[in-house]
């Protein structure tokens, strides 16, 4: 099964949370349906990306990345490459390059949709939730300006309503 195979089953088959969750599955489905390179960076009209939000749920923190490009405190991850069979090994490849990681486990569906817009194109992210191991030593990758713990109730302070909806919908599912 292809890449673009792969994102257009977890589409189909996630059961969304509300009707603007859903709203955007469609949309993405729509993409992906429209446009054979719709998995890819090169893709003018946007690409879906993976991304994945660190927690530790024992200590009730999420670990974020301080964006180089963007300069924003968001969630790991990034663009699908050709190495990633699945959209979730894409989150999780992003989520353990940009963490420094090891063993970090992923929950089975995707915990919600971001649609945003970034300097290289429009971004129809597939957000999935990632468990970090006990103990878990991070480390900062060259893409990031910092990379923090942040209780969850300290989130909304620094980050984006996206990345707050994202850990609301990560601990529901927790």
Not at 24 to 44: E, N, Q, T, V
Not at 74 to 85: F, S
Not at 101 to 124: Q, S
């Amino acid at each position: 099964m292809s890449l673009h195979a792969d994102a257009a089953r977890v589409l189909r088959e996630w059961p969304a949370p509300d009707e603007g969750q859903d709203e955007l599955r469609r949309a993405y489905a729509a993409h992906l349906s429209a446009y054979r390179d719709g998995m890819w960076k090169a893709c003018a009209a946007g690409h879906l990306t993976a991304s994945a939000l660190v927690v530790d749920p024992e200590r009730e923190r999420a670990l974020l990345t301080l964006h180089g490009k963007l300069g924003k405190w968001l969630q790991t991850g990034g663009h699908c490459e050709p190495v990633d069979a699945t959209l979730a090994g894409a989150a999780l490849r992003e989520a353990t390059e940009e963490s420094g990681i090891e063993g970090l486990r992923l929950l089975p569906r995707p915990a919600g949709l971001d649609r945003h817009h970034t300097p290289c194109a429009v971004h129809l992210d597939v957000q999935y939730a990632a468990i970090a191991p006990a103990r878990a030593e991070h480390r900062r990758s060259a893409e990031s300006l910092d990379l923090r713990w942040f209780a969850f109730d300290e989130v909304g302070e620094v980050a984006d309503a996206w990345v707050v909806r994202l850990l609301r919908r990560t601990v529901a599912l927790l």
